[in-house]
């Protein structure tokens, strides 16, 4: 794909995904890119910067999410609300990643998850062509007994997932030399070495109930607690979507924020700043309310049968255009 048709590509699809929530009655909005509290989130790193005013000096990041902002406004009454932005990760850099990429973000209040995934499943049959029936639905501990017959609900220490890995597949490579990690390393070592290749034959797959510590910002479920009511959308093992029945209990919120910050002091990652306008919407009153984040660049790469995401990035961070 040259140039001009990657330019032209990203427009059709921007319009499309514009038309498909106008037929549907949501309100697109406009939140702030920078921001002063950007999330706890353990494994992102953000961007800081400084704002002056007078004499004060403020530190600032890059958001990498609109949902702290998006929420808020469905804590003053905004019932179904959608975003096209830019978000930054610090370090994510790949043929999967790029530091500053396009965000779709969409809300609906008073609803579930379940009508989420139906958003998703219907415009992403739109915007790519899958048929609307080649979707399917997997737990998380689904894929985890398929590809490596572990219970993950029962494997919540390190301890209790490390045993039953050797019993099973085996310890994923990093954790063969060495003990210094924890449950999220030796999780997301797993995931990546045995459970992703397997998720990778399904096709088109939501991925649903993921374990409740992976969810900060999901509610946890009703009938098993050790899983939150989060979702990820894979596309032949691509990332795609990531959705949640958000979590509206601000005492809870705050908790799990204070978690996350532990946690990166431990690994010796900056504490955040706490989100403390987020907590006081949450305390205004947040509505039941579902929502997910999808990667537009990932979006264009399935739609056009890629497997670089510089291909629709004419400015990406690796890019060396000259004038």
Same mark, same amino acid.
């Given at each position: %794909?040259?140039?001009?048709?990657? =330019? ?44 002056? $005013?007078?004499? =004060? ?12 902002? %998006? ?15 830019? @978000?930054?990760? /610090? ?48 737990? %998380?501990?689904? =894929?985890?007994? @398929? ?7 029962? $494997?919540?220490?390190? /301890? ?12 994923? $490579? ?17 995931? *990546? ?11 088109? *797959?939501?991925? *649903? ?20 009511? #989060? ?32 946690? #990166? ?6 504490? %955040? ?20 984040? *999808?990667?537009?660049?990932? =979006? ?24």
């Amino acid at each position: %794909m040259d140039f001009h048709e990657s =330019l032209r590509a990203r427009a059709d699809l921007n319009q499309t995904i514009r038309r498909f929530f106008v037929q549907r009655n949501f309100l697109e909005v406009e939140t702030p890119i920078l921001v002063r509290s950007p999330g706890t989130d353990v494994f992102i790193d953000v961007f800081e910067t400084s704002f002056q $005013s007078a004499n =004060l000096f403020e530190k600032h990041y890059l958001q990498t999410s609109p949902e702290f902002a %998006m929420k808020a406004l469905l804590a003053e009454g905004c019932k179904q609300i959608y975003q096209i932005t830019k @978000a930054f990760r /610090n370090g994510e850099t790949s043929n999967r990643h790029n530091p500053e990429f396009t965000i779709l973000e969409w809300y609906r209040a008073d609803e579930n998850l379940d009508v989420i995934i139906e958003d998703v499943r219907q415009l992403v049959s739109l915007t790519c062509e899958i048929p609307v029936d080649a979707f399917s639905k997997v737990t %998380m501990n689904e =894929l985890f007994l @398929a590809s490596c017959q572990i219970d993950i609900r029962d $494997s919540q220490t390190k /301890n209790t997932l490390k045993a039953a890995l050797e019993k099973g597949v085996g310890l994923p $490579s990093f954790a063969k030399s060495n003990n210094s990690y924890d449950w999220n390393d030796l999780f997301f070592h797993t995931l *990546v070495e045995y459970v992703e290749p397997y998720l990778k034959s399904l096709g088109s *797959v939501f991925v *649903v109930e993921w374990p409740t510590r992976l969810a900060v910002l999901a509610q946890k479920n009703e009938e098993d607690p050790r899983v939150a009511d #989060r979702f990820e959308l894979y596309i032949d093992g691509l990332e795609i979507a990531n959705g949640f029945q958000e979590l509206t209990h601000p005492g809870e919120q705050r908790k799990r924020f204070e978690e996350d910050n532990q946690e #990166r002091g431990r690994l010796g990652k900056p504490k %955040m700043p706490m989100p403390e306008k987020f907590l006081h919407a949450l305390e205004k009153g947040l509505p039941k309310s579902a929502g997910v984040a *999808v990667g537009v660049d990932r =979006l264009l790469m399935v739609s056009k049968n890629s497997e670089n995401i510089n291909d629709f990035l004419p400015f990406a961070y690796k890019s060396e255009i000259k004038p």
